[in-house]
């Protein structure tokens, strides 16, 4: 991924130190504005990254020889919202596991795509990426995660040491560069890749213990996965329909974008309490209901192969 998108990732890096380094200096003013911050981020780039799956189904139907049929799309992609939306209900315990590991697979998927593996460890891979972007921010600032997860299980959770704490974002950020090694000492990588990675995996370490757990879950979710997986698309659609460009991928995410966030203030709006932490509680589920049909979406899209023809240094947001 790095290495198909070095400019992109060049701002990322930047960005992401500058935040870290800025809420250092001004610890209050960044405290306060964080949590907006947040919430801009993830609604102006995280939902509308999702926003043209109706596209990719069209594009992939075709490309296997069918016709387009874009009510099944809808009545599948909604159906499984529907039911996701069901167990939350029934089961907000199983729901948040089941949450917990598509995202953790999601966002492995969309770092290591560009990695041939077979099924066993490829899935390994994107786990032990997606539990190091989940679960390190989590712990680095367990007190402001806990009510947030208390209000989606509607339960207390128990009381953990800050040594353990320590001790799980210690492992998990060494499993995380581990797998980086052993992937480049079976050549997996190359000595360029291998050290954009650790880099990148530095500066998120740094991103997510220095700065409020939202809002560096947000620039990671937003810039880190959300943009990425944008130049993504954008490539494929290109490789599909030459003259694409970033202005077409705005205008068809647009609608959809909308809808998006008009049933997010609906959750809202009509939940039973209206405490920060339930509203960021909310927000998470919504992202759970699109994260399920938008990854077996993109798993699709990855398994006819990456856009790895876009060349080394190439610009895609144009």
Do not use: C
């Amino acid at each position: 991924m790095t290495a198909r998108y070095p400019q992109l990732y060049f701002w990322l890096r930047l960005s992401s130190l500058l935040m870290s380094v800025l809420v250092l200096v001004l610890p209050s003013i960044t405290q306060n504005l964080s949590l907006f911050l947040a919430l801009l981020l993830i609604v102006g780039l995280g939902i509308p990254h999702g926003a043209t799956d109706h596209r990719i189904f069209h594009v992939l139907l075709q490309q296997r020889g069918g016709k387009p049929a874009m009510l099944g799309f809808y009545g599948g992609y909604l159906g499984l919202m529907l039911i996701y939306g069901l167990l939350w209900w029934l089961s907000p315990v199983f729901s948040l596991l089941i949450f917990l590991g598509t995202s953790m697979y999601h966002f492995g998927q969309s770092n290591w795509n560009y990695v041939s593996l077979n099924s066993g460890f490829r899935v390994l891979l994107y786990l032990v990426y997606g539990t190091f972007v989940l679960f390190v921010p989590i712990l680095a600032h367990f007190e402001t995660a806990q009510p947030i997860v208390e209000s989606i299980l509607q339960r207390p959770l128990p009381i953990v040491s800050t040594q353990l704490l320590n001790g799980g974002i210690g492992l998990i950020t060494i499993i995380n560069l581990g797998a980086i090694i052993a992937l480049w000492m079976r050549g997996k990588l190359t000595n360029q890749e291998v050290w954009a990675e650790i880099l990148n995996a530095s500066i998120l370490f740094v991103l997510f213990v220095s700065t409020p757990l939202l809002l560096g879950f947000a620039l990671y979710f937003s810039g880190w996965h959300a943009l990425s997986s944008i130049q993504d698309q954008i490539a494929f659609f290109k490789s599909q329909k030459p003259g694409y460009r970033l202005r077409d991928y705005v205008v068809e995410a647009l609608p959809y974008s909308g809808l998006a966030i008009v049933g997010l203030i609906v959750m809202i709006a009509y939940s039973s309490s209206i405490q920060l932490e339930a509203a960021w509680g909310i927000l998470f589920i919504f992202l759970s209901l699109v994260t399920l049909p938008h990854l077996i979406l993109i798993e699709m899209l990855y398994r006819i192969g990456p856009p790895v023809t876009v060349k080394l240094g190439s610009k895609v947001l144009d």
